[in-house]
Structures are given as structure tokens and as C-alpha cells.
């Protein structure tokens, strides 16, 4: 099991993991609403972006401050959570302009950004359990 985890913690495997789940997730949010099985109970909709968003930012962190690449600071952290956060802006102006079934969301957008900054708090927990 160990060797698993450490071979998923290797930069490419990390670059992989993270370009096919974002890959994954951009088709999942940009097909059409109706293919998607309708659940009647209120915020799924805003948890599930929570989540998504909170594991892109795991991976794109993890990815980041895996190896010697650059240390962690503020910024570093500022920089992936920025693109993580924007690319959910992108995801959502796209579901307005190119879909019939979607549209523009500002509570999905602020979903997004709390599931990035949890997906920070979970990478420092992991992190920290990690490195003790």
C-alpha cells in the first residue's frame, strides 16, 4: 500500500491524475443537464461542487509542492488556488454561452471557491500528518 501511495505521490503521476480529473470534471459539467439524473434535495447541487473544486485544489497543490519544484509560501498557495477558483469561473461562463441546459450560477462560483480553500486545509492536514 505504501508503495502505491508513493508512487501516486511522484510529480507525473500527479500531473496525470490532475490533467485527466480536471479533463473529466469539464466534460461532466458541460454536458447537458437533462442526461443527468435529477436529485431533489436542496444544495446537492452546491456540496457537489464543494467537493469537486475542493479535490481539484488537492491535486493541483499536491502536485505543486510535490518534490523540490518551489517551496511553499503564500504565494505559491495564492497562484494554484487562483487558477483552480477561475477555472470554475471559465467552467460556469462556458455552461451560460455553450450549453442549453446550464447556466451562470454566482452561488456555484462561491461553492467553488470554499471547495478550494477546503481542499487547502486538506492538503495542510495531510500534509502535516505526512511530514510528523
Not at 2 to 22: A, D, F, Q, R
Not at 52 to 60: E, K, M, P, Q, V
Not at 98 to 121: E, H, K, P, V, Y
Request: proline share 2%; glycine share 6%.
Amino acid at each position: 500500500m505504501m508503495l502505491l501511495i508513493k508512487k501516486l505521490s511522484e510529480p507525473k503521476s500527479l500531473l496525470s491524475i490532475g490533467v485527466i480529473y480536471t479533463l473529466f470534471i469539464s466534460i461532466i459539467l458541460l454536458i447537458p443537464s437533462s442526461d443527468i439524473p435529477q436529485i431533489r434535495v436542496s444544495f446537492v447541487d452546491k456540496i457537489a461542487h464543494v467537493l469537486i473544486h475542493g479535490f481539484l485544489s488537492l491535486i493541483w497543490l499536491w502536485y505543486r509542492f510535490s518534490g523540490d519544484k518551489c517551496h511553499i509560501s503564500f504565494k505559491n498557495v495564492f497562484v494554484v488556488l487562483f487558477i483552480c477558483f477561475s477555472y470554475g469561473v471559465v467552467i460556469e461562463a462556458a455552461q451560460h454561452w455553450f450549453t442549453l441546459t446550464r447556466n451562470f450560477d454566482i452561488f456555484d462560483i462561491m461553492a467553488n471557491g470554499l471547495g478550494s480553500l477546503l481542499g487547502l486545509l486538506l492538503y495542510w492536514i495531510i500534509r502535516n500528518k505526512i511530514i510528523q
